[in-house]
């Protein structure tokens, strides 16, 4: 008889329990607002970009700073699509070369060779093509812009998700073949959470490259065709058309808050869910904090509104234990006759794409032009060659001693940011007057543009690095006095070295890159050039010569690939045979 009240009572309660838990807070309230404003924010952006194309000769770029945040909202939009496809890019085309051998053979030489190709030689051939997919629309140059944007974010981030995969502790290796793992759920369990530290760090730099470029992304000019997109960009490059010192400036606040504004809301509370995954048997003194975070945790709505994807990812990890089950099969014999038939593709294919560009140059220029674009090739690798050795020592050890301290990180994480992304189109004014007034030699004093943007790919990947030195393994060194440059030579440099070897090639190719718009510089009516390869495709794109844009591309490409070969690719082996802490 007393079954019914107690079950009544034990409905009641677990109602009360129910409310208790998704009953609505004030976080729910200022989360609710915060998302809704993004996805306000995010709508009217889309909306802009799929305008028609005729809207940007009736409405052009202007200098009303009262324009700048729509702009800003343009040019943020345009980046974290740029960021997304990054991500997507990375996952799939950096862990087939790090976990196929034969797909290595491939994928590695061809991010060598699209780093190095300019982000003016994409667009050369790529506005065309997007345009061409919407005649009539702005979604077209929108796509060709957002792809630029993805050629200055996406190689980074694929090297560094490729070392971290190819760094894992051997411990760790050994676990997941003990438990028979998937290469789905492999992925999931120990890939990427080991691999998501440094891939934070790297898309926070490679959202500052985007800044970098994004004047020659939103500002599009191949020989006769001239697009200019609402955006920072433009209004940037309007700015420095018509030698405007205050919008200039107007354009680095509007850079600057947009930047503090995705930092608080997006990167630092990334930051912070990232360091659980950080490899080390000891906890840290400090963990980075973040009130985005914070808040987004105490929310109760939100987990149940997010329930039912929480429920499809556990229905795919169920479904994948089949998977997980067939895993302990034997080892397949790998066949000697098909890997030399991939060798021969591969070497087939490339050799097919050498002969179409001989073909393609020859039939345009002469020898002399081949020999005069080497020349200028060399001129330029000096001058990338000085100036990373320069970078690296002022970075490495400034690198160290931030990445060991997490408040310090965190307090300077957006400062770096803004450093990284500050368009050394900016200073570009002042490198002309200062040049011209005290008579400098263009070929000297225009190099440091080349580095201004690259250079901090080192620092964050240092940072990274030093940031993912197990706690435990620096306990130790304190423990046993390591000191000075035992310290170094026994826990930092190990510790950092992979790390550094990715931020020094991306920023080694980002150099390449940055001497198209370094080593020719104009400010109003003057116009300053520096002897190098950069500015040697810079001018044959502005005239609109496709056969020297395309002689040009293709030696960067072979100095880049060469450079890459015979110093930063026995510089990863040695890290991965010798220098892993784990």
Do not use: C
């Amino acid at each position: 008889m007393d079954f019914v009240p107690q079950t009544a009572r034990g409905l009641l309660s677990l109602s009360r329990q129910w409310r208790g838990r998704v009953a609505p807070s004030w976080a729910d309230a200022i989360a609710f607002l915060l998302l809704a404003g993004g996805a306000v924010l995010v709508i009217r952006g889309a909306e802009g970009m799929i305008a028609p194309l005729s809207r940007l000769h009736i409405a052009p770029v202007t200098l009303d700073p009262a324009n700048l945040p729509g702009y800003a909202l343009r040019t943020t939009l345009r980046m974290f699509a740029a960021l997304g496809a990054s991500l997507v890019f990375t996952f799939v085309v950096a862990t087939l070369a790090a976990k196929s051998r034969r797909a290595g053979m491939v994928i590695v030489p061809a991010l060598d060779i699209l780093q190095s190709v300019p982000i003016l030689g994409f667009l050369t051939f790529t506005v065309t093509f997007f345009m061409g997919l919407f005649p009539a629309s702005q979604l077209g140059v929108e796509l060709a812009a957002i792809f630029a944007i993805f050629t200055s974010q996406a190689w980074n981030m694929a090297f560094s998700f490729y070392q971290s995969l190819r760094s894992v502790p051997n411990d760790l290796e050994e676990v997941a073949d003990s438990f028979a793992l998937s290469p789905w759920r492999r992925f999931i369990r120990l890939d990427l959470p080991f691999a998501t530290p440094a891939l934070v760090w790297n898309a926070m730099m490679s959202m500052s490259g985007g800044w970098f470029f994004v004047v020659a992304s939103e500002a599009i000019s191949v020989g006769d065709t001239r697009i200019m997109l609402p955006g920072i960009g433009s209004y940037l490059a309007l700015a420095i058309d018509r030698q405007d010192f205050v919008s200039v400036g107007w354009a680095v606040a509007a850079m600057a808050v947009v930047i503090l504004l995705y930092d608080q809301f997006v990167f630092r509370p990334v930051v912070v869910w990232a360091d659980r995954f950080r490899f080390e048997q000891t906890a840290s003194a400090h963990r980075p904090r973040s009130w985005a975070y914070d808040l987004f945790r105490r929310t109760r709505l939100l987990p149940v509104i997010f329930a039912p994807l929480t429920a499809l990812g556990q229905a795919l990890m169920t479904l994948d234990r089949r998977v997980a089950q067939r895993a302990r099969r034997e080892p397949t014999e790998r066949s000697d006759a098909g890997r030399w038939l991939w060798l021969a593709l591969v070497a087939g294919a490339v050799g097919w794409a050498v002969w179409l560009i001989a073909g393609y140059v020859a039939h345009n220029l002469s020898a002399g032009d081949v020999l005069r674009a080497f020349g200028l090739g060399v001129i330029t690798m000096v001058r990338v060659l000085v100036l990373i050795a320069l970078a690296s020592l002022i970075w490495v050890p400034i690198g160290v001693w931030i990445g060991l301290r997490p408040r310090w990180a965190e307090r300077l994480q957006p400062v770096a940011q803004f450093l990284a992304a500050f368009p050394a189109n900016v200073l570009f004014p002042f490198a002309v007057i200062a040049i011209v007034h005290w008579h400098l030699n263009p070929d000297i004093w225009l190099s440091p543009l080349m580095v201004l943007g690259t250079q901090w790919y080192i620092l964050f990947n240092v940072i990274a690095g030093a940031s993912a030195i197990p706690n435990d393994l620096r306990e130790a060194a304190g423990m046993f006095g390591v000191r000075r440059w035992q310290w170094w030579r026994s826990l930092a440099i190990p510790g950092i070295f992979p790390y550094y070897v990715t931020g020094a090639l991306t920023a080694s190719g980002g150099s390449w890159n940055a001497s198209i718009v370094a080593e020719l510089v104009m400010w109003g009516n003057q116009k300053l050039t520096a002897t190098g390869l950069g500015a040697y495709i810079a001018q044959a794109t502005a005239d609109g010569d496709f056969p020297r844009v395309t002689l040009g591309i293709a030696v960067m490409s072979i100095f880049v690939i060469g450079f890459n070969r015979q110093l930063w690719r026995p510089l990863y082996a040695y890290a991965d045979r010798r220098l892993r802490l784990g």
